[in-house]
């Protein structure tokens, strides 16, 4: 005879915890509304649901493993939706030795995203080649995409990993909706050859 299947045998208590609330933005509250401005209500939303792509090549991936995990869970950021297509994904993470050879996939990956975009360095390597000064290492991903935030570390700890997108989290929340059409971003991605 097939044994009953029971779920939530010890139902725990969690009315007594709270729930965490984003705050809210700057604006004009009332009986029955609140106003405030567009870009605003944006940013809050894109803060917190960024969608990162992992680009780990080496040791520093295993850290960010650990950072997903249920100890450090990143979904309490909103980044749980880990994705490998660029075309859905908005914050390009770049963990582990840079080959040059490596350099224009980083940057073909990059271009397939959509705007707007972040990139984040993560660890020595992705930042500056990190201990590998050598021929073949690219010195820096910086070299080949902009990079929004870098992460220091060898490897960075989760921790480190967590700050570093709290820190792009900043970036999103406070970004003018015309940032990414003005002359100076114009600019930047032109020294980088992107039109
Ligand atoms: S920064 Fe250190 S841990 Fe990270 S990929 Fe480079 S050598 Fe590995």
Known sequence: MARPVRFNVNPKDFTDRGI?????PDGHMGEGFFATSFDKVVGLARKNSIWPLPFATSCCGIEFMATMGSH??????GSERVGFSPRQCDLLMVM??????????????YLQMAEPRWVMAVGA???????????????????????DVYVPGCPPRPEAIIDGVLKIQDLIHNESLRRRHSNQYK?????YGIQ
Do not use: H, W
């Not at 450090?72 to 950021?77: E, P, V």
């Not at 582990?96 to 990956?109: D, E, H």
């Not at 390597?125 to 990079?147: E, H, K, M, R």
């Open 20 to 24: 965490n609330q984003v705050e809210l």
């Open 72 to 77: 450090y869970d990143l979904a309490r950021f």
């Open 96 to 109: 582990g030795t840079i080959a040059k050879k490596m350099g224009p996939v980083v940057r073909q990956v």
């Open 125 to 147: 390597c992705a930042s500056s080649g990190g201990i590998f000064d050598t021929y073949s290492v690219l010195q820096g991903i910086d070299q080949v995409v902009p990079v």
């Open 187 to 191: 600019n930047l991605l032109e020294t």
